[in-house]
T-cell receptor
Framework: EADIYQTPRYLVIGTGKKITLECSQT?????MYWYQQDPGMELHLIHY???????EKGDLSSESTVSRIRTEHFPLTLESARPSHTSQYLC????????????FGDGTRLSIL | AQKVTQAQTEISVVEKEDVTLDCVYE???????LFWYKQPPSGELVFLIR??????QNEISGRYSWNFQKSTSSFNFTITASQVVDSAVYFC??????????????FGGGTRLMVKP
């Protein structure tokens, strides 16, 4: 069992609110990732981090921001939520070496009204 | 750039049927890893298998088996005697070994498998 946790599991909130999606892992993994998953299933990498104080944008442009102040914590923030942000957000972590799989959290299903 | 294609967006079978999920990939690199993940209705992605590009040996794990063929750039996944609990979305993914970022997965679009009783 992978030890990576996301909260909240579900969030329904109004337009214009500031939102932070939490992601924590207890495996000591250096690398962490955020994916956005469309209703049509495709997964898109929106942010990743190599370690503390490292953050990079992924393949899909996103209005969200991330921070990595601690190894175990990789929160994602939306300053002003819009209906177009409605999606599922999946957090993952992995060891440094390429052959190790990414371990995923349960995801946050975000719905902006 | 890498690309992973899962041509079957949705498959429906009756319980106990065998089913094969196709995965075709594109990369110019000679060293890479391939993965399969399962996403049940609850939403999390569950790691199923990893295969490196130098190991073309097929693998069997219970009712699951994987057929890796480098010549056709395919990494197909077969479920034998399917069960209702196999209903999920299955993703194939690829990562390059020499990529400095490491572990950067390129996902296929996923195949939704529905197993009916």
């Amino acid at each position: 069992e992978a030890d990576i946790y996301q909260t909240p599991r579900y969030l329904v909130i109004g337009t214009g609110k500031k939102i932070t999606l939490e992601c924590s892992q207890t495996m000591g993994h250096d690398k962490m990732y955020w994916y956005q998953q469309d209703p049509g299933m495709e997964l898109h990498l929106i942010h990743y981090s190599y370690g503390v104080n490292s953050t990079e944008k992924g393949d899909l442009s996103s209005e969200s921001t991330v921070s990595r102040i601690r190894t175990e914590h990789f929160p994602l923030t939306l300053e002003s939520a819009r209906p177009s942000h409605t999606s599922q957000y999946l957090c993952a972590s992995s060891e440094w070496v390429s052959d190790q799989p990414q371990h995923f959290g349960d995801g946050t299903r975000l719905s902006i009204l | 750039a890498q690309k992973v294609t899962q041509a079957q967006t949705e498959i429906s079978v009756v319980e106990k049927e065998d089913v094969t999920l196709d995965c075709v990939y594109e990369t110019r690199d000679t060293t890479y890893y391939l993965f399969w993940y399962k996403q049940p209705p609850s939403g999390e992605l569950v790691f199923l298998i990893r295969r490196n590009s130098f190991d073309e040996q097929n693998e069997i794990s219970g009712r699951y088996s994987w057929n890796f063929q480098k010549s056709t750039s395919s990494f197909n996944f077969t479920i034998t005697a399917s069960q209702v609990v196999d209903s999920a979305v299955y993703f194939c993914a690829l990562t390059l070994v020499l990529n400095n970022a490491g572990n950067m997965l390129t996902f296929g679009g996923g195949t939704r498998l529905m197993v009916k009783p």
